[in-house]
């Protein structure tokens, strides 16, 4: 079957521009999960949605970064006012449901670069 | 704060050989120690994962050595193959709350021929 999917694979962008980056988690997958992971470093923890709403946004870095997930499904990653920072793989992932023990899946990422 | 520490950096076994991955972690509330396997260009797969009532698990070529007394976990890999030549994550989660893992720095695996 699908695995978890990722738009656009990569995306290169200006300082200050407005980003947004898609994820299509495996289809009756209730929990979702954004991470991003820099280069030479494990995944970090961005947020994660229970079904439509954000049930722990605690990894978000500061107010530019934002997430919705409107029906449940598909998720979208938005990041306004870009920075260098901001250059990373932002990955998704998603579980049957979330608990522990649950196993996540992820996607292969979306590699942003901010110049 | 680096509440999950994995050694070492990078790895390189020969074919045959056992490659081996440790972990420790500092938060006693950590109860659940997946690992992960990320090819480059892909996402991160999950590969074993360990529940501490346990102290080992394994599952084929793959082992999971659990030390609570001492917060640390080890990956072994018996009869390393290059296939298994990746870069190899351990992570921890937190019981209630909704498994959101906190990822090593990762271990590069070379397999050599």
């Known amino acids: 079957g699908a695995g978890v999917s990722q738009t656009p694979s990569n995306k290169v962008t200006e300082k200050g521009k407005y980003v947004e980056l898609r994820c299509d988690p495996i289809s009756g997958h209730t929990a979702l999960y954004w991470y991003r992971q820099s280069l030479g470093q494990g995944p970090e923890f961005l947020i994660y949605f229970q079904g439509t709403g954000a049930a722990d946004d605690s990894g978000l870095p500061n107010d530019r970064f934002f997430a919705v997930r409107p029906e449940g499904s598909v998720s979208t990653l938005k990041i306004q006012r870009t920075e260098r920072g901001d250059s990373a793989v932002y990955l998704c992932?998603?579980?049957?449901?979330?608990?522990?023990?649950?196993?996540?899946?992820f996607g292969p990422g979306t590699r942003l670069l901010v110049l | 704060q680096q509440q999950v520490k994995q050694s070492p950096q990078s790895l390189i076994v020969q074919k045959g050989g056992i490659s081996i991955i440790n972990c420790a972690y500092e938060?006693?509330?950590?109860?659940?120690f997946p690992w992960y396997q990320q090819f480059p260009g892909k996402g991160p797969a999950l590969l074993i994962a360990i529940r501490p009532d346990v102290s080992e698990k394994k599952e084929g070529r793959f082992t999971i050595s659990f030390n609570k007394s001492a917060k640390q976990f080890s990956l072994h890999i018996m009869d390393s193959q290059p296939g298994d030549s990746a870069t190899y994550f351990c992570?921890?989660?937190?019981?209630?709350?909704?498994?959101?893992?906190?990822f090593g720095t990762g271990t590069r695996l070379q397999v050599t021929l």
């Open positions: 992570a921890a989660s937190i019981a209630g709350t909704a498994s959101k893992l906190t």
């Open positions: 938060n006693t509330a950590f109860d659940y």
């Open positions: 992932a998603s579980s049957l449901r979330a608990g522990v023990g649950e196993t996540q899946y």
